[in-house]
């Protein structure tokens, strides 16, 4: 993956369905990614996510290309309260500053508030020879300020087979599915079989529906597929939702993307009529194609500016196929728009 070009808007840092999944099943993600820490807290004491103070300190400044960050309030088991930091990155290359950043952030959200802070880090990001350091700090006449912070890399969790094939946790599904992502590239075949799996195993957890639909968010936003492949899985998880007797993803998610493509063939209707049918249809197939992209865009990226929403409103049908393609693998939203 590859750094953006430009700072993205500062939206998209709180529009990953990272976030959502980990709201709903904080506890779940500690005990997998963090089990020491995790053994530290009191959960029958609750917890309370802290993201519009966390939104306060971070508003001005960069930390890489971020998929969550969370501000969480805990009670140990000794009965101290305590506030942790959870950042969770796509780092797209070998970055010297990472724990620097950690740093930054760690003290800025200790001086706004006067609490101490336990920063944590997953990172999502492909470069299985590089892992930052865990620890920044400086010694100057005397004076020491140090951070050291643990840090948990998704590709090193691959020989987890065992708790990945059985996701017990909903952040065993996650991990598996970022995995696959990776192993099945350049094999879009690969990736539709993977993801199948994955959604016939989320639905045999017998989790609540709102989890449900948090993960095959995930799921979803992570394993893109051509339309083909995207169709017949549809499908597939139609048969699934029909055996497990449970209709989420089909009735909700499914409807938002149809209506996109609904919307431009009401389009092509219009412009029918207007026109000429046959280049109605072909306008109506370039609008419906476009909806599609643009959410996909929006969901993985954040709200679109102007410039973007034009570009796709003006697009021919092989520039959209084009960036349809490229939105299978790409890291940022200029490589999207990167032409074959």
Known sequence: MTEPSAPQPAADDYDSPWKDVLEHAFPEFMAFYFPEAHAQIDWALGHEFKNTELRQVVRDAELGRRLADALVQVT????????????????????????????????????????????????????????????????????????????????????????????????????????????????????????????????????????????????????????????????????????????????VERLAIQRGIQQGEQIGEQIGEQRGEQRGEQRGAQKGEAAVIQRQLTKRYGPLNAETLTRLQTATCEQLEIWAENLLDAATLDEVFKDN
Not at 99 to 128: E, G, H, K, W
């Open 76 to 251: 140990l088991t000794s009965g101290e309260q305590r506030w942790i930091y959870i950042h969770i990155e796509v780092q797209g290359q070998r970055d010297a500053d990472f724990a620097q950043r950690m740093f930054t952030y760690n003290y800025r959200l200790f001086d706004r508030y006067v609490c101490p802070i336990a920063s944590l880090a997953v990172l999502a990001d492909d470069d299985d020879g590089w892992k930052p350091n865990n620890h920044y700090g400086f010694e100057v006449l005397g004076c020491k300020h140090h951070i050291q912070f643990p840090v948990v890399k998704l590709s090193e969790l691959a020989d987890q087979t065992e708790a990945l094939d059985t996701p017990r946790n909903p952040f065993a599904l996650v991990t598996a599915a970022h995995l696959r992502t990776r192993q099945t590239r350049h094999d879009p075949e690969a990736r539709y079989q993977a993801k199948r799996t994955l959604v016939r195993l989320l639905y045999r957890q017998g989790w609540e529906r709102q989890r449900i639909l948090d993960l095959f968010a995930v799921l979803d936003w992570m394993m893109r597929l051509p339309d083909r492949l995207e169709q017949k899985l549809w499908q597939d998880i139609a048969v699934i939702e029909g055996e497990s007797k449970m209709r989420y993803v089909t009735s």
